[in-house]
């Protein structure tokens, strides 16, 4: 079993906003994105790039996935941030508004040019055709990408669906994503919650994305981080649960068994391979505890 990052929680932070930069070091959350594209105005991208340059020399904080989200391919500022890439030399690139499997393509060939086959891809998904192209756009690049990212603001304007803090009528696009990735490996990483005060609400949507499969949540505010990390972190009595399923195999009794007795329900195999990748991901979780 080969898990190899935690991505509970996905702080995205405009790559100019040099002071929100400085404070990643003392956040807890999972992943990074360092944001070149909707976040940072036309005439703040080269300050920008130059400013996540100094960043990335300084060197960010260990242990943290790093991923930055250029502007498409087709704008005038793509081949700048691909630049601004090769310098930094991130774990992952995050292209915006991908549609087709070529949109991811596009991007690879730049990278694979520059030397950077190394620098994996993550795609977010905010179209129409992005959700209905999901399964194809992630089939094609099962063994680069590494993440779907849901964008539900871009989503909700171009389906014309008001902004409301009730997410149902968007569920069947967003599960349809979260098959989409589970398929082929890949990781499901739910949309930002725009209101970032109202913490007893954002708790309650890292919740239905859990339940909905999302591995973790794209977050816009360094207040969003502890909820996430909880809700979409294995809790002790899912860890509790987990090892009574694998020291119950791990028995004597149950050796050949496909099916045995655990507290009083038939558990079988394919639930201590689960429990198994639970006990995996706690330990992550662990350890990344001071």
């Not at 304007?157 to 994503?177: A, C, F, I, N, Y």
Request: with cysteine; charged share 25%; hydrophobic share 50%.
């Amino acid at each position: 079993m080969t898990i190899s990052n935690l991505r509970r929680s996905v702080l995205c932070l405009p790559a100019s906003n040099g002071k929100a930069l400085a404070k990643l070091a003392i956040l807890d959350c999972d992943a990074t994105i360092y944001d070149l594209e909707d976040a940072v105005a036309p005439d703040m991208k080269a300050q920008a790039r130059a400013a996540l340059a100094g960043h990335f020399a300084a060197g960010p904080k260990p242990g943290v996935e790093q991923i930055i989200r250029i502007n498409g391919l087709s704008t005038p500022w793509g081949g700048d941030d691909l630049a601004a890439v090769a310098g930094c030399r991130p774990d992952a690139v995050l292209v915006p508004k991908v549609e087709h499997a070529r949109d991811l393509a596009a991007v690879a060939e730049r990278l694979d040019a520059a030397g950077l086959s190394g620098i994996r891809l993550m795609a977010m998904i905010e179209t129409p055709k992005g959700v209905i192209n999901a399964a194809s756009i992630a089939e094609a690049h099962a063994s680069r990408l590494c993440a779907l990212v849901v964008g539900l603001n871009d989503l909700r304007k171009e389906t014309r669906v008001p902004r409301s803090p009730d997410r149902r009528v968007l569920h069947p696009w967003l599960m349809q994503v979260v098959l989409a990735a589970r398929a082929y490996g890949i990781a499901p990483i739910d949309a930002v919650s725009n209101d970032f005060r109202d913490l007893a609400a954002f708790d309650a949507e890292c919740a239905e994305g859990r339940a909905m499969g999302f591995d973790g949540k794209m977050l816009i505010h360094p207040a969003q981080i502890e909820a996430a990390n909880r809700r979409f972190g294995p809790s002790e009595e899912e860890i509790a649960a987990a090892e009574r399923i694998v020291a119950a195999f791990a028995r004597p009794e149950a050796a050949g068994q496909g099916a045995i007795n655990v507290d009083g329900e038939m558990v079988e195999r394919l639930h201590l391979a689960e429990a198994e990748r639970l006990l995996t991901l706690a330990s992550m979780k662990r350890m990344e505890t001071p």
